[in-house]
């Protein structure tokens, strides 16, 4: 498994900048909700793969404590609530192959589930000598945009690149209302050789966009033709093949920046590869970059958003219009610490498919 370094993020004493909507690298703890609906019949079973789970929980970095628990009106639902030192440590667990292997024995008896992660800003009890240090709350709520940001990333097989940028950008976009809460506002497709990334931005409820996308015929019918060239076999008929794909798929958003300027800009993504066990460092740091360069009013970059996944990190750009080039170069500033973390050049990514919902 991927660890952090051996210094952890210190605990937040300074006020949250307003212009940070969303980030991982607060240093407060992370409070993580799992609700989980059971087969009928299948509530041993269930526990029975929870406790041998949770064995092996305890075991990770970063983990301080979990409960289980069952409804008092509908014993199919379950609550797991697991509290963890930071949410970096969190996100190294989940995004690894070591999860996807950990909770194999629950999908056998679980027909939903839905995750949900919060940093802990205030609390009550703990004794008057437990001190601010060791609770880690966060000092002040940050102030979202009111969208939420999510990525997919996965290879493609050499020598298929061409055919797989042709079929990626000549779909039709489906539906952007969703519900009478949620709509999708944008989607963004890039690729550098067979890596290919795909950013989505979402008002409302995130779960319930993924799921509307998935149902549209004209999605469908692109993933069933690009099929054939993913390195990662999958088949869309099968419930576990494509939970487990789109599980390995998931490029989480770690930080988001956005500069007081509004003006429309123009949308790079620079994809960054990690020396193994890196990954999240290396996005902590350009997260440190991102959040100085916000105050820099000479900077190109108007809003910022890096997604990271074990050993890949991408940053998601929008420059002033005609700046692009001026953002493509290396950051300025820790060229050290940077170069201590790479596994190989920041490259920029080519833009397949940008598209907003009209009203988005």
């Known amino acids: ?18 212009r940070v909507s969303q ?18 019949g299948a509530q041993q079973q ?28 509908n014993p199919s639902q379950w609550l797991i609530t697991s509290e963890w ?10 995004n690894s ?33 437990a001190s601010a240090a060791r609770r880690r709350l966060q000092s002040s709520p940050r102030i979202g945009d009111g969208v939420i940001r999510h990525a997919l990333t996965f290879t493609v097989r050499p020598g298929s690149e061409q055919e797989v940028k042709r079929i990626l950008a000549g779909y039709a976009s489906p539906r952007a209302r969703v519900d ?37 015929p004209e999605v469908r019918a692109v993933e069933e033709a690009i099929n054939p060239y993913l390195e990662q076999e999958r088949d869309l008929d099968d ?35 990690a020396r193994p ?24 970059v108007l809003r910022s958003t890096i997604f990271q996944r074990d050993d890949v990190v991408v940053r998601l750009l929008d420059v002033r219009p005609g700046l692009g080039a001026r953002a493509a170069s290396p950051e300025p500033g820790h060229p050290a610490a940077l170069e201590a973390l790479l596994d190989g050049e920041p490259v920029a990514m080519d833009l397949v498919t940008d598209r907003r919902s009209p009203d988005a």
């Open 85 to 94: 030192e930071s949410a970096p440590p969190f996100l190294t667990w989940v």
């Open 97 to 129: 192959e070591e999860h996807v292997r950990m909770v194999e024995p629950l999908h056998s008896c679980v027909r939903d589930t839905r995750s949900l992660r919060f940093h802990v800003v205030r609390e009550t009890g703990g004794g008057a000598g």
């Open 46 to 73: 269930f526990l029975e793969a929870y406790e041998q789970l949770c064995n092996q929980v305890a075991q990770v970095p970063g983990h301080v404590s979990d409960q289980l628990c069952q409804s008092i009106e």
């Open 180 to 216: 009478e809460t949620t709509r999708l506002c944008r989607t963004s497709l890039f690729m550098h050789g067979n890596r290919v990334v795909r950013a989505i931005e979402v008002r409302g409820d995130l779960l319930a966009a993924l799921r509307h996308v998935a149902r549209q």
């Open 277 to 300: 066990g890196d990954g999240m460092r290396l996005a902590e740091l350009l997260a440190q970059q991102d959040e100085a360069a916000a105050d820099d009013p000479d900077s190109p």
């Open 23 to 40: 980030s991982v690298f607060d240093g407060s703890r992370l409070r993580v909700v799992l609700l989980v609906d059971v087969h009928d």
């Open 239 to 273: 419930q576990e093949s494509a939970r487990v794909f789109f599980t390995r798929a998931a490029l989480p958003a770690v930080h988001h920046v956005t500069a007081e300027e509004l003006t429309e800009g123009e949308r790079l993504a620079r994809y960054y590869p």
């Open 1 to 18: 498994m991927t660890t952090l370094s051996e210094k952890p993020s210190a605990p937040s004493t300074r006020q949250v900048s307003k």
